[in-house]
């Protein structure tokens, strides 16, 4: 008689273990479109073990990103008297960030101020985008070229006029292989009367009906000009400037305003290649010491990943690193930094009162600023 085939069936279960190990690995868009599989899968972030897993798996994976590069330690140092001013810039390596080697910077600025500041968009293809007032200029460390960025035709305004430009971001598009410079640019009325140049009168000043608008302005290194884009990105002059990164050819900035007497915070975008904005809100109780993640452009989709501290010697975190490093000023003016794996904190040394701090990402590049311009 011939054998009867027994068919078993397989069943469609996954463990709970098995299946939170794949989701864990998952990009956060992919997790919230696989929410209406199950209740469960929809709370996933509400689950210790999952977010347990997440965690270590966000930080552990590599990204292409960070790939040979190194930290680049940024500090301003006033003398005693603070009559006098040090700017320094340091490449930090080791397993612990232990040995430094200072950064030579030639002044390419007019103006005789040896201080320079460095956007925070970071390092660009091994391109910094360094400012000193309203002066910008590009350079690569490794090569040590220097582009200095011509002022654009808003700045041609009557001396009775000060001019205020507000960095947004700095960053390279892809598909027209250029580097490019987003900034808003205000413009303030000079009313003390002591603040005038010498050749221009007092009567002639309040005689003028001239009144300018502010606007947004972008700067293409290829064609080495400044032209007007017609952009609305939500602006606040003290908080722009602090949070700023590039990645994957958009410039995100942090920023706030008010709406219905309330501040509302965002996370603002803006894309070099197609020239859009948009704004993602950012939770009103995030606070410095927290890292978030969240889909760009859904506010519901903001997750807690980690809430470092407290930690009573910290000031405020001064910039990122690979591997799960975290920079943090000190309230002495040092530095640290926070293992997110190991949950430890490592003195950076350094200078104690430094006045500002600042941590870049760095990676080495041959390429020539200048060679982009044909």
Known sequence: ?????????????????????????????????????????S??????????????????????????????????????????VYFSLHSLFGERFENRLKLDFPNPFQQEDPGFNILRSGSITGILCLFQHNELVLWNPTTDEFKVIPPSSAESVPPHWDVNMLLHGFGYDHVSDD???????????????????????????WSSQTYYEPL??????????WRKIDVDIPINWEISSQVQLFMDGICHCCTSCKNNGEHEHFLVSFDLTNEVSFATHIPLDIDANENFLGELGVKESWIKLFVIGPLPYIEYPIGGGKNGHIFFRKKDGGSVYFDLITQMIVELGGV???????VIIYKENLVSIGGINH
Not at 62 to 83: F, G, R
Request: proline share 4%.
């Open 216 to 225: 947004w302005e972008i700067y293409s290194l290829r064609c080495n000009s």
């Open 43 to 84: 709370l996933l972030f509400q689950i210790p073990n999952f977010m347990s897993k997440f965690r270590n798996n966000f930080i552990s994976i590599p990204h292409s990103y960070y790939n040979d590069t190194s930290i680049l330690l940024h500090e301003v140092v006033y003398n005693d008297a603070k009559t006098q």
């Open 1 to 41: 008689m011939a054998k009867s085939l027994t068919i078993a069936k397989v069943s469609n279960h996954i463990p709970e273990d098995l299946a939170f190990s794949i989701l864990s690995k998952l990009p956060l868009k992919s997790l919230k479109r696989f929410g209406c599989v199950s209740k469960t899968w």
């Open 352 to 358: 104690e009162g430094a006045h500002y701090s600042r």
């Open 179 to 205: 580097y490019k410079i987003i900034r808003h640019v205000c413009f303030f009325e000079i009313t003390d009367q002591n603040r005038l140049p010498s050749d221009v009168q007092w009567e002639d000043v």
